[in-house]
Structures are given as structure tokens and as C-alpha cells.
């Protein structure tokens, strides 16, 4: 099982563009890589999936190097109502462990 | 489309007693998984459901189980309550079976007094 490793907390600002990093060292072969999102009292969003290189969608991009012992997702222009928590989870489905994430704060 | 759906929003129960939350998946999901998230606390995978049937259950006693109806819904029993089993479980469901790509409910907010 990979385990993560995020930063505890970011602050950035209205405009800018975050990139929170997760390590993920010792991630098997058939692992995919699993952003989510979450607001207080609510459940985790979906984000978004990748396996390698680099996946974009309508919210966010996830940049996977060629090693794949890492990943960066990026948020565009962030804003006050990107303020949760970001979960990255690797691995199989075998045993589910979401972490504690980064909690994101975005100031104006 | 419906999203999952989570019932009661909140349950209050005293210590020893039982409880019962409930989940239906999105339409044409057949996995089913249960969380618990207690205060300040990431999630804790409890229980994984796919066709009716449970395949991995995360590290925490008997007492917390569940089932999977015929329609793909979920129960999640929690025995002898616990003051420390206060914390908001949430229920997700994938179409892929044991996805991560995962559709959260809101959530199930109960309270041990």
C-alpha cells in the first residue's frame, strides 16, 4: 500500500495558481493517483485521476513525473470558495486510506 | 441525475444502543463504501460493498458492519454505541467496483451521548 505524504496546510491568494505536491514513494505499477475535494461537513469531491504524465479537466491539472513518485495538482486562478481540504490517495482498492490532506486557504 | 442520497442527515443515540444509517448509490453503481470521519479527523475507509456482497472492511471491530440490498442501497449497524463513535460517516459508490473515482453522499452526522 502507498503511502502519502502532503503538506498540512497552504495559504495562497484570490488569482493565483496553487500547486499542492504529494509524494508517494513506494507506488506499485497498477496504481492510479486520486484528488478530492472537501468543504466542512460535506463529503470529499472527486477531482481528478491520473496515472501518468499529465491529466487535465475542467478544475484542475495533475502533473505525474516520469518516476510517478509524486504528483502536483495545480488549481487555476484559485478562488475564496477553492478554502477545503485536498485529499491524494494512491493505491489500490484493497485497503483505502485518505489521510489527513493539505488544507487549502485562499485569502482576497 | 440523483446523486447518493444518505439518510438520517443526523442520528443522536445514547452509548450501548444501536444504530442504523442508510445509503443509496447513484443509479447503476453497484459499489458501495462507508467512511467515518470523526472530528478533525481525515476518513477512515470502514466497509466496501459490491454486489451485494462484502469485499474489505478497514480496521475496526465487529461491532460496525453492514449490507448491500438487491438494488445496490447500503446499511451501515453500528452495536453497542460508543461515545468515540460520534463522527460524521459518509457513504460513496463507484460504477467501477472498488474505483477511486468515488461519488460522496452528505454524510450521516452521529452523535453518542
Known amino acids: 500500500l502507498a503511502k502519502t505524504t502532503q503538506p498540512i496546510s497552504m495559504d495562497s491568494y484570490e488569482g493565483q495558481e496553487v500547486n499542492i505536491t504529494c509524494s508517494h514513494n513506494?507506488?506499485?505499477?497498477?496504481?492510479?493517483i486520486t484528488w478530492y475535494q472537501q468543504f466542512p461537513s460535506q463529503g470529499p469531491r472527486f477531482i481528478i485521476q491520473g496515472y501518468k504524465t499529465k491529466v487535465t479537466n475542467e478544475v484542475a491539472s495533475l502533473f505525474i513525473p516520469a518516476d510517478r513518485k509524486s504528483s502536483t495538482l495545480s488549481l487555476p486562478r484559485v478562488s475564496l470558495s477553492d478554502t477545503a481540504v485536498y485529499y491524494c490517495l494512491v493505491g489500490d482498492y484493497d485497503k483505502i486510506i485518505f489521510g489527513k490532506g493539505t488544507r487549502l486557504h485562499i485569502l482576497p | 441525475e440523483a446523486g447518493v442520497t444518505q439518510s438520517p442527515t443526523h442520528l443522536i443515540k445514547t452509548r450501548g444502543q444501536q444504530a442504523t444509517l442508510r445509503c443509496s448509490p447513484i443509479s447503476g453503481h453497484t459499489s458501495v463504501y462507508w467512511y467515518q470521519q470523526a472530528l478533525g479527523l481525515g476518513l477512515q475507509f470502514l466497509l466496501w460493498?459490491?454486489?451485494?456482497?462484502?469485499?474489505n472492511r478497514g480496521n475496526f471491530p465487529p461491532r460496525f458492519s453492514g449490507r448491500q440490498f438487491p438494488n445496490y442501497s447500503s446499511e451501515l449497524n453500528v452495536n453497542a454505541l460508543e461515545l468515540e463513535d460520534s463522527a460524521l460517516y459518509l457513504c460513496?459508490?463507484?460504477?467501477?467496483?472498488?474505483?477511486?473515482?468515488?461519488?460522496f453522499g452528505p454524510g450521516t452526522r452521529l452523535t453518542v451521548t
Open positions: 460493498y459490491d454486489e451485494g456482497e462484502e469485499r
Open positions: 513506494n507506488i506499485a505499477t497498477n496504481d492510479y
Open positions: 460513496a459508490s463507484s460504477a467501477l467496483a472498488g474505483a477511486y473515482e468515488q461519488y
